[in-house]
């Protein structure tokens, strides 16, 4: 974030969140490196490794950037949604599903050999989570245009017949002229 002088400003709690993703991401290339390793290593005689670390960092970095970009674009559909709810229970709900989707990590499949179709997996699902709310959103916004139609339709018309009528190009009949005054009309 940048303050009005150009100085960026990063808060200690997004700080420390950044570092114990650094930790997590270090974690799981750990496990799947020394679950890899000893599979591909055959020649016992060399001391190099055979799995290339910094290649495999740099894929659970990019494929982390790919995730928390689905999630900021799935949180941004239901703060779009939140913005136009009126209700304070469903404002309530709305809330917790962002904050529950912010806190979201992927579930990676440790009995697998790599970790990057567990993040594939979950970044399918943000995108595909997102499609479906943004066609919810889609969906709400033609109803409530066809319903404002049909009130706007309504009303004009209300207001057609009280000008007509404060112009006295129609009047009102008691019950028993109304049966003559019909028959005045058919013929």
């Given at each position: ?74 949180a941004l559909s239901y703060m779009e949604c939140y913005q136009h709810v009126c209700d304070g229970l469903e404002q309530q ?37 997102g499609k479906l709310v943004r066609e919810f959103i889609n969906l ?48």
């Amino acid at each position: 974030m940048t303050d009005d002088y150009g100085v960026n400003v990063m808060y200690d709690s997004a700080l420390a969140d950044m570092q114990t993703l650094e930790v997590e991401l270090i974690k799981i290339c750990s496990f799947f490196i020394n679950k890899i390793e000893p599979i591909t290593d055959t020649d016992m005689r060399n001391i190099l490794p055979t799995v290339d670390r910094q290649r495999m960092l740099t894929e659970i970095i990019e494929l982390e950037e790919g995730y928390q970009n689905q999630k900021l674009q799935l949180a941004l559909s239901y703060m779009e949604c939140y913005q136009h709810v009126c209700d304070g229970l469903e404002q309530q709900r709305l809330i917790q599903i962002i904050i529950d989707l912010m806190a979201k990590r992927p579930r990676i499949n440790f009995n697998a050999n790599h970790f990057r179709d567990s993040y594939r997996t979950e970044t399918e699902l943000f995108k595909t989570q997102g499609k479906l709310v943004r066609e919810f959103i889609n969906l709400q916004m033609i109803t409530e245009a066809k319903v404002n139609s049909g009130v706007r339709e309504y009303l004009e018309k209300t207001y057609r017949l009280i000008y007509e009528q404060m112009d006295n190009k129609w009047q009102y009949y008691g019950n028993d002229d109304v049966a003559d005054e019909k028959e005045k009309r058919r013929v």
